[in-house]
C-alpha cells in the first residue's frame, strides 16, 4: 500500500485534472465499449475545455491525490440534494474517482474515498452518494466495501449506447 497525499485542486490544475479524466475514463471503458460510442463521449462530454470549465465551476470540488511528486487520481465532489422516493437528503455526490491505471489497487482509491467522506460529515451531510456502470464489477465491490448499498438506477448515454448506472449511497 502506498501512502498517498492530498490536496484541493486549484484553477491551475484544470488541465491537468482534464487530461487524467481523458486517460483513465479511456484505459477503463474502451475495452467493454464500441470505440465509436466511446470517441463520440469523449468528444461530447469529455472535451477539454468542459472539463477545464468544470475545475473552474465553484459548486466542483477536486481533490488530487499523489505518490510522492506523482499524481496517482482525483476525486471530483460535488455538494446536492439527493431526492429519492423516500425522500431528499442533504448529500455530497463523488461524481468522479479515478485512479490512474498503475495505482489500482494501491489504495488512491481508498485515499480519496476517505476524504469524500470526511467531506461529507464535516459539512453535515446525511449521505455519500455516486453512479456507477452496472458492469463495472471492480468498481462495485470497491464501492460495497465502503458501506455503499444500490438504492436505484439510471441511464447514462455513452455515444450511442444507453447504459445503465447503479446508483448508491452511503450514510454519514
Not at 39 to 58: C, I, N, P, S, T
Not at 119 to 136: A, D, I, P, R
Not at 140 to 149: C, L, N, R, T, V
Request: a positive charge; one cysteine or more; charged letters at 30%.
Amino acid at each position: 500500500m502506498n501512502q498517498f497525499n492530498l490536496r484541493r485542486a486549484t484553477t491551475e490544475d484544470a488541465d491537468l485534472i482534464a487530461d487524467i479524466s481523458r486517460y483513465t475514463f479511456y484505459k477503463t471503458f474502451a475495452k467493454d465499449n464500441k470505440q465509436e460510442d466511446i470517441d463520440h463521449f469523449m468528444y461530447e462530454q469529455f472535451g477539454r475545455q468542459k472539463l477545464v470549465d468544470e475545475v473552474f465551476d465553484a459548486q466542483n470540488i477536486f481533490l488530487l491525490a499523489y505518490d510522492k511528486n506523482k499524481v496517482a487520481g482525483y476525486a471530483k465532489i460535488k455538494t446536492n440534494i439527493l431526492t429519492t422516493k423516500k425522500g431528499s437528503h442533504e448529500a455530497v455526490e463523488i461524481a468522479r474517482l479515478y485512479a490512474m491505471p498503475e495505482y489500482i489497487g494501491c489504495g488512491v482509491g481508498s485515499t480519496l474515498m476517505q476524504a469524500c467522506i470526511d467531506y461529507g460529515s464535516t459539512q453535515k451531510k446525511e449521505t455519500v452518494w455516486l453512479g456507477v456502470w452496472k458492469k463495472n464489477q471492480r468498481a462495485i465491490d470497491f464501492y460495497k466495501k465502503w458501506g455503499f448499498e444500490k438504492f436505484a438506477t439510471h441511464f447514462f448515454q455513452l455515444g450511442d449506447d444507453v447504459q445503465t448506472d447503479w446508483l448508491m449511497r452511503k450514510w454519514i
